[in-house]
Nanobody
Framework: QVQLVESGGGLVQAGDSLRLSCAASGRTFSNYGMGWFRQAPGKEREFVASISGSGSTTYYATSVKGRFTISRDNAKNTVYLQMNSLKPEDTGVYYC?????????????????WGQGTQVTVSS
């Protein structure tokens, strides 16, 4: 059983930055890929970014590429999402998720554990 706990959300203005964190329980954190997803009000949850177990490979949604950076610290069992140049359309609940394997993925069905989410609100 793995528990994922997100933190770092909040209310910011357009153009600001935020860093989200996701702390994972367990002793084999480096053995699996991680991802961030988000869900805007009235919309389906969508992929944001994914990182491999070693951290050497990352993948981003087109809408955030160049503005967001996913990273991980395996010694701290934590994955991060650095969000710069935030836009109102980035508003939503952000979820971190764990893959059962080492690689990256953009499909929700390829993740087996999810956090409870953290709210990010970007005002214009």
């Amino acid at each position: 059983q793995v528990q994922l706990v997100e933190s770092g959300g909040g209310l910011v203005q357009a153009g600001d930055s935020l860093r989200l964190s996701c702390a994972a329980s367990g002793r084999t954190f480096s053995n699996y890929g991680m991802g961030w997803f988000r869900q805007a009000p009235g919309k389906e949850r969508e992929f944001v970014a994914s990182i491999s177990g070693s951290g050497s490979t990352t993948y981003y949604a087109t809408s955030v590429k160049g503005r967001f950076t996913i990273s991980r610290d395996n010694a701290k069992n934590t994955v991060y999402l650095q969000m710069n140049s935030l836009k109102p359309e980035d508003t939503g609940v952000y979820y971190c998720a764990k893959r059962p394997g080492l690689g990256i993925a953009n499909s929700q069905s390829l993740y087996d554990y999810w956090g409870q989410g953290t709210q990010v609100t970007v005002s214009s």
